[in-house]
């Protein structure tokens, strides 16, 4: 099941399994990172663009609570669906995306 998460849910979504390493996977382009990004606060965060996780998986590893993110969260949802489909099991995505983490979370992070 892929959990939806509001930004300022995302923390305690990570707290509900101390032993898994908490992970941010942001899925938008390169442009989109240098426009607007988060600030890793007890998560790690890892930019993968959607179109090369199938080739890239290896770098997730196991262990991990996952959360997708993307700009208003399709992308995300579909990466996580994918995530799934290939044996991840502690996954949600950031419902809203980088415009609601903005928008709801942290509005020092910038809109477009």
Avoid: K
């Avoid at 959990?3 to 101390?18: C, E, H, I, S, T």
């Avoid at 938008?28 to 890892?46: H, I, K, M, Y």
């Avoid at 996580?80 to 983490?101: C, K, M, R, T, Y």
């Avoid at 709801?104 to 910038?110: A, E, I, K, T, Y």
Wanted: aromatic fraction near 8%; charge should be negative.
């Amino acid at each position: 099941m892929i959990d939806q998460v509001r930004p300022a849910d995302l923390a305690a979504w990570f707290a509900q399994d101390a032993d898994a390493a908490p992970v941010l996977l942001d899925v938008r382009e390169p442009w989109e990172l240098q426009t607007a990004s988060v600030v890793p606060q007890g998560f790690t965060l890892v930019a993968i663009p959607m179109n090369e996780i199938p080739g890239r998986l290896a770098e997730l590893g196991e262990g991990h609570r996952i959360a997708c993110l993307c700009h208003h969260g399709a992308r995300s949802q579909r990466v996580a669906a994918f995530l799934s489909q290939n044996g991840f099991d502690q996954l949600a995505n950031v419902a809203g995306g980088i415009d609601a983490w903005s928008s709801q979370h942290d509005p020092s992070v910038p809109r477009y």
